[in-house]
C-alpha cells in the first residue's frame, strides 16, 4: 500500500524548498473555506438526513454511508453565520479527524487547490469574515479571494491525540 504524504516540498524559481499543502475548498454563507485534504475521507452529495432527538442544535442528523452511520452538522449553526436551505449545490464533506468521522454541510464545493505553506496568513489582521477568529488557523490570499482556514480541531472541539 502506498504511504499517504502529508505535503510535498518543491523547488521554487530561486531554488529554496517550498513545502505545499493540498486543501479542499467550499463555500459557506458566500465565503471560501478550506480544509487539509488529508482530513477528508470523501465528498457526498446531499442525501436523506436522519434527524436524531436530543442532540445538539447544530447536528443535522445522521445519514447511512455504506452501512457506517455518520453524524452530520451544519457548519453555519456552528460558524453562527446566516441559515440557509439545501439545494441541489449542497455537499456533506465527510471528515476523519483523530478517529472519528463527522460530515459537515456546505453550500457548495469550490476545488482543490496546492498551496504553498508560506503563503499561509496565520495571524489574519483583517478578514472581513463573520467567522469568529477562534475558528480560523490562517488564510490565504489567492488572485480573486480569500480562503479562510478553518481549524477543524476547534470547531469541533477535539482534543488532538499526543504522538510519542
Given at each position: 500500500?502506498?504511504?499517504?504524504?502529508?505535503?510535498s516540498?518543491?523547488?521554487n524559481q530561486e531554488?529554496?524548498?517550498?513545502?505545499m499543502?493540498?486543501l479542499?475548498t467550499?463555500e459557506?454563507?458566500?465565503?471560501i473555506?478550506?480544509i487539509d485534504?488529508l482530513?477528508v475521507q470523501?465528498i457526498?452529495?446531499?442525501?436523506?438526513?436522519t434527524?436524531?432527538p436530543?442532540a445538539?442544535?447544530?447536528?443535522?442528523?445522521?445519514i447511512?454511508?455504506?452501512?457506517?452511520?455518520?453524524?452530520v452538522v451544519d457548519?453555519?449553526k456552528i460558524?453562527?453565520?446566516d441559515?440557509k436551505?439545501?439545494?441541489?449545490?449542497?455537499?456533506?464533506?465527510?471528515?476523519h479527524?483523530e478517529?472519528?468521522?463527522?460530515?459537515?454541510?456546505?453550500?457548495?464545493?469550490?476545488?482543490?487547490?496546492?498551496?504553498?505553506?508560506?503563503?499561509i496568513?496565520t495571524?489574519?489582521?483583517q478578514?472581513?469574515?463573520k467567522v469568529?477568529?477562534?475558528?480560523?488557523?490562517?488564510v490565504?490570499?489567492?488572485?480573486d479571494?480569500l480562503?479562510?482556514?478553518l481549524?477543524?480541531?476547534?470547531?469541533?472541539?477535539?482534543?488532538?491525540?499526543?504522538?510519542?
Open positions: 500500500m502506498e504511504e499517504v504524504v502529508k505535503s516540498i518543491l523547488m531554488g529554496e524548498k517550498s513545502e499543502m493540498q479542499v467550499f459557506l454563507a458566500g465565503e473555506f478550506g485534504i482530513k470523501e457526498s452529495p446531499m442525501t436523506k438526513i434527524r436524531v436530543n445538539p442544535h447544530y447536528v443535522e442528523g445522521v447511512n454511508l455504506r452501512g457506517k452511520v455518520i453524524p457548519l453555519r460558524l453562527n453565520l441559515l436551505g439545501y439545494d441541489a449545490n449542497t455537499r456533506i464533506i465527510v471528515l479527524i478517529g472519528k468521522v463527522i460530515g459537515i454541510l456546505v453550500d457548495k464545493m469550490s476545488e482543490v487547490i496546492w498551496v504553498n505553506k508560506n503563503s496568513e495571524n489574519p489582521t478578514t472581513d469574515s469568529s477568529e477562534g475558528y480560523i488557523v490562517g490565504v490570499n489567492l488572485e479571494r480562503v479562510i482556514l481549524d477543524l480541531y476547534k470547531v469541533f472541539n477535539i482534543q488532538a491525540e499526543q504522538k510519542n
